[in-house]
């Protein structure tokens, strides 16, 4: 064998070699998924040929049949993985097998903690990929040539997996990838034929590149002894070699589509469902598309990976093509087989093409439906609820079009429980709605505690009129996009005017009105005294056991959403609350009656007291504890 010239060795990124370590540790009980992970590249390398060949079929230099082999030397206990697809360049390698590109690394590997269980997890959900290798390699070759480059130009990598590599030159006839293992003495199961076959059928069967191992046949003489030198070798084909998608659904088990699915998403558990359409007539796709059972470690990076693999006539095309799911649907993994759309078609080509709108649409479509199917299955749709449930949340704002859609999906806490599952859909809400009662309630706040105690709820409880309860920092926009499900309007409990509709009958409101009369006084005495700092003053009937409360007008920008903005360092106008006031509560008779020099302290402590029971801050909290100690102290 031709050995590497010029040899050099490298540091790993300081990532990897982290990696690296809590990988091998981790994943011990799971080691066979390296082979999954080395065809799975492997396969890929070969569909990226085939791409790139459709513009130029030199590429495939005489050699167009593409395929993966797996071999083994059970004396020298070696693994080796080949396959005859694009291969690498010497940068290539470099980048590729001595740093990680993800973003979000850094943070990702901070969360790993070296609790075997855990962090086996949570690498599940970033990926290990080639670096799996070193679960059972001490030692690992890359042999490698980019197709269309000399054969000069070929490398060689070798690595210990232990903070260094050795990079060199080599003279390489094929191309396309060689991978060496060098098994650990406790890995050296895997150099077996019975082993790897299975492995191969277990993990490998729907890819459509065929994985080949050799078998090795000797003729024998009369005697039955085997004659020396007759040693034949042919290589078999040991997976199913078909793309999955392209199989009618009958014919494929569910175990065939989870298996699937851990090629497409390089994820290492079961998806929660999935859903695998062939349409033909206007437009022409096939499409298989996952729900995953976990979050991806960068669901919430701006830059993450997301979409799906795009075939055009089987011919792979790329990964991530994200242009065909909305943002809101970004944990969808799968495939997207089509004639709709050219074979040399680009990442930009993709932005303009009106074909991507309609398919993109129509996967919408497909993958709202599937989610609607989930949720007749309520603890399973619990768990996606509970893992991609705020992701969803960002959908009535992408897209009005499927806005009721959508709205059906969505999943609250609520009065009716008071729990922080958020497990009632806006349906079952609507099913418990009072007689007389019109709207959809809702309250938000920063936290689900502070919103189940929120005195805004007092005269619902009373009344027995069921509140959601929204703490997401989501909620609140999407909220702001969401005003009607089932025809009944949404409303915030803690702004406008509260109105419960033929709930409450003439004779409640006429004592209301009169009570109001009543207290106009007291409410205009309250006023001066706060000044500035309140737009308005009012006698209340929302509340039974709190003396005050705050109101924002109807259309003002929320307490949650303000302080999110702000955080953010967005500066708003500032703006008063309306401050409401239990006519019924002994602290307001104390008020009333109270003399003009603790008038003033009193009101300023019920105001601030309304603030602090929104989850609001307050300016000048000292002010209101020396307020408050005065009084105490009286
Ligand atoms: N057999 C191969 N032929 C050509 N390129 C390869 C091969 N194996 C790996 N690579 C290159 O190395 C890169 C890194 O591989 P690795 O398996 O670490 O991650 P990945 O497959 O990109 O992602 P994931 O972490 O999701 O598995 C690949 O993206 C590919 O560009």
Not at 95 to 102: D, Q, R
Not at 206 to 223: F, L, Q, S, W
Not at 419 to 432: C, K
Not at 562 to 588: F, W, Y
Request: proline content about 3%.
């Amino acid at each position: 064998m031709t050995t590497a010239t010029r040899e050099e060795t490298l540091g790993f990124q300081t990532e990897v070699k982290q990696l690296l370590h809590l990988m091998i540790n981790s994943l011990y009980s799971n080691r066979e998924i390296f082979l999954r992970e080395l065809i799975s590249n492997a396969a890929d390398a070969c569909d990226k040929l085939r791409y790139a060949a459709l513009d130029n079929d030199a590429l495939y230099e005489g050699d167009s049949e593409l395929r993966v082999e797996i071999e083994h030397d059970s004396d020298a206990g070696t693994v080796t993985v080949r396959d005859n697809g694009i291969g690498m360049s010497r940068d290539d390698v470099i980048a590729n097998l001595g740093t990680i590109a993800k973003s979000g690394t850094a943070e990702f590997l901070q969360q790993l903690s070296g609790e075997q269980q855990k962090d086996a997890n949570l690498i599940g959900q970033f990926g290990v990929g080639f670096y799996s290798s070193f679960i059972v390699a001490d030692e690992v070759t890359v042999r490698t040539r980019k197709a269309g480059l000399a054969a000069g130009e070929g490398v060689e990598w070798r690595s210990a997996g232990e903070g260094e590599f050795t990079i060199g030159e080599l003279e390489r006839e094929a191309h396309g990838t060689e991978i060496v293992l060098h098994l650990k003495e406790d890995a050296k199961e895997f150099a077996d034929d019975f082993r790897l076959q299975n492995l191969v059928r277990k993990y490998s069967d729907h890819i459509e590149v065929p994985v080949k191992m050799p078998r090795t046949e000797t003729a024998k003489d009369d005697d039955g002894n085997e004659v020396e030198g007759s040693e034949v070798t042919t290589w078999e084909t040991v997976n199913e070699a078909t793309a999955l998608w392209v199989r009618p659904k009958n014919e494929i088990s569910d175990d065939e589509y989870k298996a699937f699915y851990k090629h497409v998403s390089h994820d290492f558990s079961d998806p929660l469902t999935w859903s695998h359409n062939k349409v033909e007539g206007k437009l022409e796709y096939t499409s298989l598309l996952y729900v995953p059972g976990r979050a991806p470690f960068d669901l919430y990076e701006r830059d993450g990976a997301r979409g799906v693999k795009l075939y055009v006539q089987r011919v792979f095309i790329m990964d991530d093509a994200e242009q065909f799911l909305p943002l809101y649907l970004r944990f969808i993994k799968g495939v997207l087989d089509t004639r709709d759309l050219s074979l040399n078609v680009s990442r930009e080509i993709l932005q303009q093409d009106p074909q991507v709108e309609k398919i993109k649409s129509a996967l919408t479509k497909r993958s709202l439906d599937m989610l609607k199917k989930l949720s007749k299955d309520a603890e399973t749709y619990q768990t996606f609820w509970n893992t991609f449930g705020s992701v969803l949340k960002e959908g009535p704002g992408e897209d009005p079009g499927n806005r009721e859609n959508i709205a059906g999906l969505l999943r609250f806490s609520s009065t009716h429980t008071d729990s922080a599952t958020q497990d009632q859909s806006l349906a079952d809400y609507v099913e418990r709605m009072k007689e007389g009662q019109q709207k959809i309630y809702y309250i938000v706040a920063d936290g689900f505690n502070a919103a189940k105690s929120s005195p805004h709820l007092e005269i619902f409880r009373k009344k027995g009129i069921e509140v959601l309860l929204l703490s997401d920092r989501i909620d609140e926009w999407l909220m702001s996009h969401l005003t009607e499900f089932d025809g009944k309007s949404l409303t915030d409990v803690a702004k406008g005017e509260l109105d419960l509709g033929d709930v409450e009958d003439e004779e409640e409101k006429k004592a209301q009105e009169e009570t109001a009369r009543d207290k106009e006084d007291l409410v205009k005495r309250v006023q001066e005294a706060l000044g500035e700092s309140v737009q308005e003053v009012k006698v209340t009937h929302r509340l039974t056991d709190s003396p005050a409360c705050v109101v924002l007008p109807e259309h003002e920008m929320g307490f949650q959403m303000r302080r999110i903005m702000e955080a953010a360092g967005q500066p708003l106008p500032e703006v008063k609350p309306i401050l409401e006031l239990n006519p019924g509560h002994a602290l307001v008779n104390r008020l009333e009656n109270a003399d003009e020099a603790s008038f003033s302290d009193l009101a300023h402590i019920l105001l601030d007291q309304a603030i602090i029971a929104e989850g609001g801050h307050l300016e000048d909290p000292a002010a209101y504890v020396k307020r408050l100690n005065g009084v105490l102290t009286a």
